[in-house]
């Protein structure tokens, strides 16, 4: 049977590890060719060696996404190695220090909001005008349930993923009638290594916000964004919750 996938090409950013991991995965498995893109070049290279050590195809790139030159370069690897860019999953991000308005570096802030939403901007850009112009595309932006409340002590944070809807919102409306799609999902706790980096009160806090009373899987996501790079075809512009009931607006 073909897969759903077959003959795409898809990048994924920050797909070393966590969810852009299983991100990167599920494209995979059905039948997407996968940059698997990430600033650490070992993990992003593990991760594609064992998708193609499934029959699965699959190439690392190295890439810091908030330079204009690498992400230029990971674009143009991409269509002239794999042919082209039907799917852009601008999952890169970091959370950084915790820390009350009155406390963070702006340096921090600055560090924050140039990988989550100038980087997510950067990646956009390069691969929109080919998208465009070959009357397909998909993009999915990773925005969090943080940019809809504003999670305490994360504001650079909070800050850059509600810019991540307004990019995508913006960007969906641009190119509504091209037959490229911009959305963004918005998660709650999932289960990664950066939601080690929270403190376990800070971890608890969040964690009792949501219903379900569980963090997810990075595999929940991945399904998600399968959804809307293949079935999701009169969506575009929009922010899709997956929070276990803690989002509900
Ligand atoms: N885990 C959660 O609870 C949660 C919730 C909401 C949103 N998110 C978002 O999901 C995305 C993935 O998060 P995760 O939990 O898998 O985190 P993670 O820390 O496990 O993985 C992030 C990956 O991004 C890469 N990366 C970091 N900076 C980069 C850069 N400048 N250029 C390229 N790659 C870079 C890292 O090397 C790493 O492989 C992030 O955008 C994050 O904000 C996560």
Redesign the pocket.
């Known amino acids: 049977m073909t897969k759903g996938l077959t003959g795409m090409v898809a990048i994924v950013?920050?797909a070393?590890?966590?969810?852009?991991e299983a991100i990167a995965r599920r494209l995979a498995s059905e039948g997407a060719q996968v940059m698997v893109?990430?600033?650490?070049a070992a993990?992003a290279e593990n991760v594609a060696a064992s998708i193609r050590a499934e029959g699965l195809s699959a190439v690392s790139h190295q890439?810091?996404?908030?330079s204009p030159s690498q992400v230029s370069e990971m674009a143009r690897r991409a269509e002239e190695e794999l042919g082209k860019i039907d799917i852009l999953v601008n999952?890169?991000?970091?959370?950084g220090p915790a820390a009350s308005v009155q406390d963070l570096p702006v340096e921090d802030w600055n560090r924050i909001l140039n990988?989550?939403l100038t980087?997510t901007f950067l990646c956009c850009q390069a691969v929109i005008k080919g998208m465009v112009e070959r009357g397909y595309g998909r993009i999915v932006n990773?925005a969090?349930?943080?940019g809809k409340e504003g999670n305490l002590y994360q504001a650079g944070y909070s800050a850059s993923?509600a810019g991540v809807m307004g990019l995508t919102k913006t960007m969906g409306k641009e190119v509504a009638k091209t037959g490229v799609t911009v959305n963004c999902i918005a998660?709650?706790?999932?289960d990664?290594?950066?939601?080690k980096e929270m403190t376990d009160s800070h971890l608890n806090t969040l964690l009792d916000k949501i219903p379900m009373g569980r963090v997810g899987k990075?595999e929940e996501i991945g399904a998600l964004v399968s959804f809307l790079v293949t079935e999701a075809t009169f969506c575009t512009g929009a922010c899709f919750d997956i929070s276990g009931g803690r989002a509900t607006y």
């Open positions: 950013t920050g070393g590890k966590g969810i852009g893109a990430d600033l650490d993990n890439i810091d996404v908030s999952n890169a991000g970091i959370l990988i989550n980087g990773m969090s349930v943080a993923k998660p709650a706790l999932i990664s290594d950066l939601i990075p």
